[in-house]
């Protein structure tokens, strides 16, 4: 027992000592412009996780469409200029490998593995304001994979913030408005980290 008892306050006393005092946290909104489908729009969501030794991250991440995105298209019944919306989504993780850290201005690289979801709503009938009574006329599931280049200013010790630009490439689901390559597309993300 008296040796048990010394066995694991030697594991704290190792993790307290150095492990853990190179892991750091970290969390912040996300707001990126993209392009699905040729429909300009703007992504809202956020991110959390760790830094570990200031050179690997790993978070979790996510973001929608601020609001249905209007455009023109096909609503099933063979009338190719419908009034139509897109409702988007996607989360998941991200791995970040971190140069220079320290520096006032620094280089990072991630790769976000995401699954998402993709529907196309066509306005009711009864022309209500309320985007709830719309109807879906198609959607479907998206495996993600966005790798990107953020360049970062350490604003304080406490505060990251940068520009990210990624390319969304976009696998799974079959849709008649847009195909995936159509799905697939550049971002533009304004990046804020809070905590360290």
Request: glycine content about 16%; hydrophobic content about 40%; proline content about 2%.
């Amino acid at each position: 027992s008296t040796t048990l008892h010394a066995q694991q306050a030697e594991t704290l006393a190792s993790f307290s000592g150095g492990t853990f005092d190179n892991v750091k946290g970290f969390g912040g909104p996300i707001v990126s412009g993209t392009s699905i489908g040729g429909t300009l729009g703007v992504l809202v969501g956020g991110h959390g996780g760790i830094i570990i030794g200031d050179s690997f991250g790993i978070s979790i991440t996510g973001a929608g469409f601020a609001g249905p995105r209007a455009f023109k298209g096909d609503d099933l019944k063979g009338n190719t200029s419908t009034d139509l919306k897109i409702v988007y989504g996607h989360g998941g993780l991200a791995s970040e490998y971190i140069m220079d850290m320290h520096k006032f201005v620094h280089l990072t690289i991630p790769v976000k593995v995401m699954a998402g979801g993709i529907g196309i709503r066509q306005e009711a009938e009864s022309n209500s304001d309320d985007d709830s009574d719309d109807k879906t006329i198609e959607s479907t599931a998206l495996f993600i994979i966005e790798p990107g280049a953020n360049i970062e200013l350490n604003i304080s010790k406490f505060f990251i913030t940068g520009i990210n630009v990624s390319y969304r490439l976009v696998d799974g689901g079959t849709l008649k408005n847009f195909s995936a390559d159509q799905l697939s597309g550049l971002n533009v993300v304004l990046v804020l980290k809070f905590g360290h």
